[in-house]
């Protein structure tokens, strides 16, 4: 299994986790870190990002999006293709957090800046209807600039302040 995770516009600067082989069970404990740097206007309460219109233009434009994390989980086979995978246990997390995404309570992570907790997986199936694939577990801290630089960690275990090795 491999997740790979990226910040809604920054595509290109897809993170992946390292490889567990031979999960019998779907469960994997990845213990990894990601670091996503980004520029936000909190007035208008969105991430901003500057990129090339294509490969011919001089100067970048300015993107105001919606902060949005994208996580996925693929298992990694050698010989067929990568089938999309998870994690199915903590009871409370169902894929009615996605169904009724406009009827449950939210937080805001740029107000509260740090949030543990099970987020549903789903994929679409051969109907095209969502099905639940798989949970993760998460916990993600905004830091500013400033704060990062006080308290600097490595991406996945790398130093500084290495991550345990999971069971």
Known sequence: ??????????QEDKQDTDVHYHSLTGEGNFNWR???PFDYLLAEEKIVISKKESMFSWDETEYKIPARLTMQVW?????????????????????????????????SIFKQKRV???????????????????KVEAELHLMTAEEAEKNPVGLGRNEPDP????K
């Open 1 to 10: 299994m491999v997740s790979p995770s990226w910040l809604k516009g920054q």
């Open 34 to 36: 990601f670091v996503f």
């Open 75 to 107: 298992d990694a086979d050698h010989f067929s293709a990568d089938d999309f995978l998870g994690a199915k246990t903590a009871k409370q997390c169902s894929i009615d957090m996605i169904l009724n995404e406009q009827e449950l309570p939210t937080i």
């Open 116 to 134: 543990k907790g099970w987020w549903p997986f789903v994929a679409r199936d051969e109907n095209d209807e969502l099905e639940l694939t798989g």
């Open 163 to 166: 991550l345990e090795k999971p």
